[in-house]
């Protein structure tokens, strides 16, 4: 079946770094696009970064610019995306998810991986 599984959260120190990974399996990773959202403790999704199938192409939030890169490993079937300088604002659970075109939907989600910070 298909599936997206999200690891590498956990608590990291305010302005240091942290990597998550996103596993796939399941589908056909190299024709997908993937993206990272988060979610924040009682807020909605938040669309962080996305590469397409191949990596040469990378887009992402404007706030996050600068701190986060999203990177694939289309021989691993991972996704990752490295954190830099993590904010307070930044704890939340990370999700990976897959989308098979530009403009489709996103149809695969992982279970997502928490983020929490610490001063």
């Known amino acids: 079946e298909v599936q997206l599984v999200e690891s590498g959260g956990g608590l990291v120190q305010s302005g240091g770094s942290l990597r998550l990974s996103c596993a796939a399996s399941?589908?056909?990773?190299?024709?997908?696009?993937m993206s990272w959202v988060r979610q924040a403790p009682g807020k909605g999704l938040e669309w962080i970064a996305h590469i397409n199938w191949n990596g040469g192409s990378t887009v992402y939030a404007e706030s996050m610019k600068g701190r986060f890169t999203i990177s694939r490993d289309n021989a691993k079937n991972t996704v990752y995306l490295r954190m830099d300088n993590v904010q307070d604002e930044d704890p939340a659970v990370y999700y990976c998810?897959?989308?098979?075109?530009?403009?489709?939907?996103?149809?695969?989600w992982g279970q997502g991986t928490q983020v929490t910070v610490s001063s």
């Open positions: 998810a897959a989308k098979a075109a530009v403009t489709g939907p996103y149809t695969h």
């Open positions: 399941g589908f056909a990773f190299d024709r997908y696009g």
